[in-house]
């Protein structure tokens, strides 16, 4: 018989443990989704990459490529507290945002509006294809205990956390740490994924 290193329940207790992470937090990242006031900005990390040409922000002096450093002078630590920053703004009034330029500090002051109805009907599309993948990846890991189980389900854990919104965290170790399992997640997603496409070749060439 051949032995499968992956067989083993302690070996698929961090899965199950990743699923209800993900569970966890899937419901609160939809909740403050609809709660967090809406800018506009769309960033990568705290970088300006688009702004909304139907948003209040769209005559805006911000640009493309500008580093967002500040809210209401607090300066910005990361991502996950910037959104904590800005969810504090429940009565939508504008807030001054310091930025970086090309080495120069900009101010702008940044308008909100309630979120856009088609966005939230993205957002929750892609939630329900993600929640989608998770159950189908849990019946498949309950039904099938071997690696090709274990492989498949983590494959479409991962791929319900990343459709996913993570919730806003008031605490900044959970914030920093929000976002160092945010990048791990994501260097590690084409690791797992490699290894289970050389897994199902293998179980192919058995058959």
């Known amino acids: 018989m051949r032995h499968d290193p992956l067989n083993q329940p302690l070996l698929r207790l961090p899965v199950l443990l990743f699923v209800a992470l993900t569970v966890f937090m899937l419901f609160p ?10 800018s506009g900005i769309e960033t990568l990390n705290l970088v300006v990459q688009n702004i909304d040409p139907s948003s209040p922000n769209a005559s805006k002096m911000i640009q493309r490529g500008d580093v967002i450093v500040s809210v209401d002078g607090e300066r910005v630590r990361n991502y996950n507290h910037y959104r904590y920053l800005t969810s504090l703004n429940r009565n939508l009034s504008p807030q001054t945002y310091g930025l970086a330029r090309d ?12 979120v856009p ?11 329900l294809v993600g929640f989608t993948f998770l159950l189908t990846g849990l019946l498949v890991l309950l039904r099938r ?21 993570r919730p806003v965290f008031p605490s900044p170790v959970l914030q920093i740490a929000a976002e160092l399992f ?26």
């Open 103 to 114: 080495g120069a500090s900009v101010s702008a002051e940044v308008e909100y509006a309630p």
């Open 117 to 127: 109805s088609s966005i939230v009907h993205r957002k929750f599309g892609r939630i």
């Open 29 to 38: 990242g939809s909740r403050d989704l609809i709660r967090l006031p809406y």
């Open 145 to 165: 205990a071997d690696a090709i189980g274990f492989l498949f389900s983590l494959n479409c854990t991962i791929l319900c956390y990343l459709l996913s919104d």
């Open 182 to 207: 945010d990048d791990a997640v994501i260097l590690f997603f084409p690791a797992v994924f490699c290894i289970s496409f050389s897994c199902f070749q293998s179980e192919r060439e058995l058959l």
